[in-house]
């Protein structure tokens, strides 16, 4: 029985469709794509192909869960057990529940006892498709084990390259292209959280897709636990992809009547290229910080199950972060400029240095001072005192308010480093429940970072987490907190004897939702050793990243072109670091390493006291340079110029292309005497623009007579797209910023 479900459905936005095809015993998507004006059943039909040989008359389809039971030959979609013998998912569709930008498909495996719910929501403006699948064990008495449950949609053939964001720690978000393999591509996560190494997303394009045009599919999966996402060429040629949570065999098992909800996947097409791509997705994101991303993620039934046994999902797991409603920033909200105390002391901060520090800051711009690592009881060093979330006396005789009170009278905000999910084996925390931590029987406890993973499992370690962290934001003015989580799980067995990754990251979720509920206006990062949790699942709970612990200029220019391919600025925190880097090593002038991090949330993670005078000052203008244009920079539309190997350029363009800010790098030493010239991408080409040379302040002479000379000019915007703007030499590592005006009429 198929109660009101259409043979296909076709929704659109003002960009993109997406047709599913219904015409099977389970919903398949035929099409994901640039906007059709209409489609009938016979296109639909069309698609099906005759018999090939040595294979089914009827090839079978390519449905949002495919199971062998249908004929399938790939990976499947689902993979589910019941006992041992019973595992053979035959999934009927019986019901179709539709609004104008939503399906649900509702689908009923009567041997196995399960009910399977698709959603697919399109989202209006931005054409971004969100996908999950709720499986529930509707057997009355026993459990069902879920051993994978995949998003499955086919790819477009011409659809030939994938480019991925790979990388390591310091070194994150690192784009690499490559040809599809006629194989399967296999990006399996299984570090525990995000990772440095997989980035839980895919770009597709075509072979001829470039940043201005072509199509371009990406995926992104809200999600911070493990993941995969395959994308697979069956015998037949067609190719497929599949992305959700990567479980262990027995990490989820539901209870009778429970359920599981996927991780939301969320498709962008566009057939801009990948400039297009970005823009979309930082539409997606800052719509969504504006107040429906709550909505649009909060799935109020995301995971639900009764228990069974301490394995068993629990409905109160993710129900906390699910009702919590919009993310905690606008949009609209101004990030302020903030120093970081880690580059500038380490561990060695104490109550003398942190005023001198914040003093300094307040003298150059800083809005916002945080204390990084080393201010809890006996944190000397990265070896001690994790879960000991108490101020340590000897650094802070009074405690950290009158601290956070002096940087409310001097205009800053204050803002705190914790790491709750973890905890030191010297500690009182560790000392007093050495078993509240995930291990792994028979194996002796592996340490990373000297630390130990709790157990999230746990509702008194949960509870403990809340309450330290409830204490401290009740007792000081803290509008900020950095929430950091530095080691991969490697043991993954929880109190229960089971795979923890999954229960772990709810846990998270819930535990962040608490927070945020409770203190609604305390701001979070999401920090893994830099870049290990920059994902849309987090995003629920978070409103800055911080993308990476490098702060050399030259590797962050790579590693944000790869976070705004997906994000948007104004969630990227992006420091000035000392010089040399302390990571690298390499040096680079106040000048690079300023006009770099003012691109994003802009902050500044080095020992401002130690500053000469002139780096001071040019500091100082870079703040105030970023102040000017944040708007812009927060709310504009990112788009990349050419690149070379040498030269990158980049721009952030109004929405009305009224003005812009755009940059120009020189990377290494330039091969010719002269750059390239810059073409500017993004403008409106009927406009005429002021172009003005705002960055650095100290231009070589050369430099400075053609800043003078563009003064007196005026360009068109399809001037400075097509033939471009001439530039002066520039040495390696440095950079040019310039604003463009467009001019009024009179
Ligand atoms: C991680 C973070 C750093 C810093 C240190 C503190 O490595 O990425 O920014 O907060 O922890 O221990």
Redesign the pocket.
Known sequence: MRDGVERFYHLKNTTVSLVVDCRGSQPAIAYFGTKLANVSESMIEQLDRHEAPASLPVEAAITLSPTHGMGYLGCPGLAVRRGRQQWQISPQLVACETSELELRFISVCERLSIEITHCLRLDGETGVLALTTTLKNADPTTPLSVDQCLITVPIQDHLSEACELTGRWGYELQQNRFQLPNSSLVRENRAGRTSHHRHPSLRLLSENTTLGSGDALDIQIAWSGNHTIRVEQLADGRRVMQAGELLEVGELELGPGGYYTSPECLLCFSDNGSNGLSQRWHRFIRKACGGHFGSAYGNPDRIHADTVNSQTVHSDTIHDGASNGAISVSSQETRPVQL?T??AC??DVNEATVLELIDEAADLGIERFVL???WFRGRNN?QTSLGDWQVDKHKFSSGLSPIAAYCNEKGLEFGL?I?PEMVSPDSDLYRAHPDWVLGFSNAPLVEA?NQLVLDLSREEVTEYLFESIAALLNEIPISYV?W?M?RDIHQMENAGGHRAVHRQTTALYALMARVRDRFPHVAIES????G?RVDMGVLQYASRF?PS?TNDALDRIAVQRGFLSMLPPELMGAHVGPSPCHLTGRQYTMNLRAGVALWGHMGV?ADIRALNKADRLTLEAAISLHKQHRHLLHSGRYVEHEQSAQQVAWSVVSDDQGEALSAVAMLHTPTTAFPKRMRFRGLDGSKQYQVQVVWPQDLSEKQVDFRERLKSQCFGGDWLQQAGLALPIMQPESMLIFHLAAVKHS
Do not use: I, L, P, V
Request: a negative charge; one cysteine or more; charged letters at 45%.
């Open positions: 970081n880690w580059e380490y561990f990084d690592d080393g990265d480093w790491e970072r950095k950091d530095n920090c893994a050793s830099g290990g911080w612990d993670e």
